[in-house]
């Protein structure tokens, strides 16, 4: 097992010893983060929360070989984010090694709807007309998101090391950041963003998403796509009812007894996804 740089950060913490229930259903909350914490460290990573948003950064550069670069949505040299409105969830194996991370940022659209907040670049910079270079533009066409309006969540930032892909972590950390920002924030939507190709392999549904809409092109300047992709969303009647399938979704499967890591069966339909991970706006 090899790594670039090793990034250490001690934390005497579990990630449900630092989780506050404050609004959502607690009895099912508190079952479900003991329930996928515990089905993270049976695959080798221990999770802690985190709001250090320089860290989250220098864990992004120490890993360019297997990460792109982080969006402008988790980046504090673009934005403000701190735990007001983001936080990172962060995964560490046995020797103390940054092997996963996974963050959110809260949105309050109220008024507003995501086709505004990103067609104006304000979902990527904190100060839109300063930071977007002249001629950069960003088309959205999801038909979904000019009527999702209130407290919106940009699940994303989800990186996960080689060498602990294709242990079934795509299905665990996004859906501990759904429900980490229902109960801290009262959400009424989450959404996130994934590459056509990575949609056909199945990372939508890895995520426990099934509304999907093709809806971004970024280009530069000079017309170049930087990214281009569906919108992935779910409210949150449809978070509570995936999140109540998660013993489902991650039990071991009947005919091997082996944990759920991707692989199709009955009760998903997950498809392999790991190897496209890097291609989420992240």
Request: proline residues 5%; charged residues 20%; glycine residues 8%.
């Amino acid at each position: 097992m090899t790594y670039q740089v090793r990034i250490t950060q001690s934390t005497s913490q579990r990630l449900p010893d630092q989780i506050t229930l404050q609004y959502g259903p607690r009895p099912e909350l508190g079952q479900f983060f003991l329930t996928a914490d515990k089905a993270a460290r049976d695959r080798g990573v221990s999770l802690s929360l985190n709001a250090d948003f320089d860290y989250l950064r220098i864990v992004n550069n120490a890993n360019k070989d297997s990460w792109d670069s982080l969006a402008p949505s988790f980046n504090n040299a673009l934005n403000t984010i701190d735990e007001r409105n983001g936080f990172c969830i962060i995964g560490r194996n046995a020797a103390g090694d940054v092997v996963s991370t996974q963050a959110a940022r809260v949105y309050d659209l109220t008024g507003s709807t995501l086709a505004d907040c990103v067609s104006s670049f304000r979902f990527f910079y904190g100060d839109p007309g300063q930071m977007c270079e002249a001629g950069e533009t960003c088309a959205f066409t999801s038909p979904s998101a000019s009527r999702l309006t209130g407290r919106i969540v940009f699940s994303g930032s989800t990186w996960i090391h080689p060498d602990y892909r294709k242990r079934g972590l795509p299905a665990i950390l996004p859906r501990i950041s759904r429900a980490l920002a229902l109960t801290r924030w009262d959400t009424d939507y989450t959404i996130s963003f994934v590459k056509f190709v990575l949609v056909e392999k199945g990372v939508a549904k890895a995520y426990g998403y099934k509304n999907i809409e093709p809806a971004l092109e970024w280009r530069a300047p000079d017309g170049k796509m930087r990214y281009q992709g569906a919108l992935i969303w779910m409210d949150r009647q449809e978070l509570l009812a995936d999140m109540q399938r998660f013993p489902e979704i991650i039990a071991p499967t009947e005919d091997t007894g082996a944990a759920n890591t991707g692989m199709p069966n009955a009760a998903t339909g997950i498809r392999p996804i790991e190897a496209g991970e890097r291609a989420v706006l992240n």
